[in-house]
């Protein structure tokens, strides 16, 4: 009632009804209407609704107030720290319908902004929303990464004569973790599993556990976690069996000769050594998913992978002109001090005026800051970019005599993402085929753990790139993670370059391309195929010479 700005007394009759119930003893199921009229604070219209309750589960009030409510908002009203009038204020003014869309207003800064709300009470929203999706029993890479990389450590600490490392999910890359997986390469596996009881981060299942198999569960990131104990000859053959999807491992790499025929055969002193002993280059861990990376190490082609050293810039950020965290100036100093060449500043655009879209006027003024801006900085180099909005048509966000004047043009879909294949599809072409467009943004709009991406024909949007001349982002956020790894080897393949992107909205944004280099790695990217790892000269000229064929 609250959170429907609801008459105050009424409200009030509710709460004091509560109040009063909290004192009786006995339960309320059963009890006639005459017998819950006699309780003290209890009046006909409470008790009528408690007999509702009993019978029926629900009252009529309560129901059209649910109706009227969407499910991620009545979700809200469980938030810690936030009461139904805050709600409100998040509903209606930020127009936020999920937990989802509330976890990412935090993220890019936007509720701190609404009046009533800092940054504080936004940090505590944040974290009560990211602590609602650990308890789901799955974490993000990049903080399943983090906590792994401590238990490693703490583990380390403890057992320091015997092998510990990471294996599983973690060690492949895996965009979304489920458990953490280690191995300890130990010839005294009782004393290990002794120490490993004593660590208040881990706690045991003893019922799942075995000798040489410590399960359990990793106390801080609540993450399923399981620890094999091998002898220390065999921990080589081990790290590659624990390392690695089933297909890798299983498949054959010639007539019937497989990786786990080999490694039950013998021991060997390292993974390199056992895939030397299979004929083949070795194969990092992120590459270890059975598509076809063992024949490419047969044959010695295996890719040689893009690094994070090789990025020569940063392309997709975001400023205070719409809703980023800091100034132009700010986001063009860090990333210069970073090592970078260039920035490419793409704000939203004007249909997103809930976050701060840039209308025509502020398009030029930006515009003009940046001319200003490229003398001052010189040799560092700001290329003029906006994060179009692909309308519901699939049209772009201005008329072309604005669309001309960027260097480049980030086209993403923002609003309607309720579509069925063939309509996303669709509109992305659309946007594709707009020759203003340079790049395409976060092709699924998904938020991983948060929201599923609207489903596309994955084939047809990356054909439509490669006939287009578009680059495809990595959105390198870590929620994103779009394009997905998997379709990394299929876009190379038709010549379409992919930009490390990290849609940073403030200067620490800037540390998740770390992350889109790791999607990108696990796909097979090269740094021939990445357009931010050309050089400043080479952007431009490709910017300049786009532009000129339209």
């Known amino acids: 009632m609250e959170l429907h700005d609801e008459n105050p007394f009424k409200v009030r009759s509710y709460a004091n009804a509560i109040a009063a119930l909290e004192l009786v003893e006995e339960p309320l199921v059963g009890k006639t209407l005459a017998e819950l009229e006699k309780i003290n604070g209890v009046g006909k219209s409470i008790a009528a609704r408690i007999l509702a309750l009993n019978e029926e589960g629900s009252f009529e009030e309560l129901d059209q ?68 999706q650990q308890n789901r029993g799955k974490l993000l890479f990049a903080e399943a ?47 290990v599993q002794e120490q490993l009881n004593a660590l208040e981060v881990l706690h045991q299942e003893e ?3 075995g000798p040489f198999a410590w399960r359990g569960m990793h106390t801080i990131s609540s993450l399923r976690t399981e620890i094999n ?35 039950k055969k013998q021991d060997f002193a390292s993974e390199k050594a056992i895939y030397q002993a299979a004929g083949m280059a070795y194969i990092v861990p992120e590459l270890r998913e059975g598509t076809n990376e063992l024949q490419l190490a047969r044959e010695n082609k295996l890719p040689v992978l893009l690094e994070e050293s090789d990025l020569k810039g940063i392309l997709h950020n975001h400023s205070t002109y ?27 655009s004007k249909t997103a005026s809930y976050a701060g879209g840039l ?37 772009l966000d201005y008329d072309p005599d604005i669309l001309a004047t960027f260097d480049f043009i980030v086209a993403s879909i923002h609003s309607t993402l309720n579509m069925d294949e063939k309509k996303a599809t669709a509109r992305l072409i659309t946007a594709i085929e707009n020759p203003y467009t340079t790049m395409l ?20 949007v990356i054909d439509a790139c490669a006939a287009n001349n578009v680059i495809i982002e990595i959105n390198s956020n870590p929620w994103r993670l779009d394009l997905d790894w998997r379709w990394v080897q299929y876009a190379q393949e038709k010549g379409v370059m992919l930009s490390i992107n990290p849609d940073a909205h403030h200067t620490s944004g800037y540390h998740d391309m770390r992350y ?11 740094k021939e195929m990445t357009f931010n790892a050309k050089t400043v000269e080479e952007v431009e000229a490709y910017f300049k010479n786009r532009k000129a064929k339209i």
Not at 157 to 186: H, S
Not at 229 to 241: G, Y
Not at 516 to 526: I, P, Q, S, Y
């Open 65 to 132: 107030l649910l109706a009227a409510t969407p499910p991620g908002v009545v979700e809200m009203l469980r938030i810690k720290g936030i009461g139904p009038k805050k709600v409100r204020t998040i509903w209606k003014e930020l127009g936020t319908e999920t937990l989802e869309e509330l976890l990412e207003a935090c993220e890019q800064d936007k509720l701190s902004k609404i009046k009533g709300f800092g940054a504080k009470t936004q940090e505590n929203i944040k974290q009560a929303l990211l602590f609602t």
């Open 145 to 191: 990464e983090a906590s792994a990389d401590e238990l490693q450590q703490t583990i380390k600490a403890v057992l320091p004569d015997a092998e510990v490392a990471l294996v599983g999910a973690v060690r492949r890359r895996m965009e979304i973790v489920e458990e953490l997986q280690l191995l300890i390469g130990a010839d005294q596996p009782v004393a």
């Open 207 to 209: 019922k799942a556990s």
């Open 229 to 263: 104990i091998v002898p220390k000859k065999r921990f080589a053959n081990e790290l590659l069996m624990h390392s690695a999807a089933i297909e890798h491992i299983t498949l054959p790499y010639e007539a019937s000769d497989t990786l786990f025929g080999l490694i």
């Open 322 to 348: 719409s809703d980023g965290a800091h100034t132009l100036e700010q986001m063009a100093v860090y990333c210069r001090d970073l090592g970078f060449e260039y920035l490419g500043i793409s704000d939203h």
């Open 359 to 395: 209308r025509e006027g502020d398009v030029l003024r930006q515009q003009k800051e940046i001319d200003e801006l490229n003398i001052k900085l010189a040799p560092f180099k700001i290329f003029k970019g906006i994060e179009s909005d692909i309308l519901g048509d699939g049209s």
């Open 441 to 460: 943004g976060h092709p699924t709009g998904r938020l991983l753990l948060r929201r599923e991406g609207y489903p596309i024909n994955h084939k047809a």
């Open 516 to 526: 889109g280099v790791l999607v990108g790695r696990k796909g097979g990217l090269t």
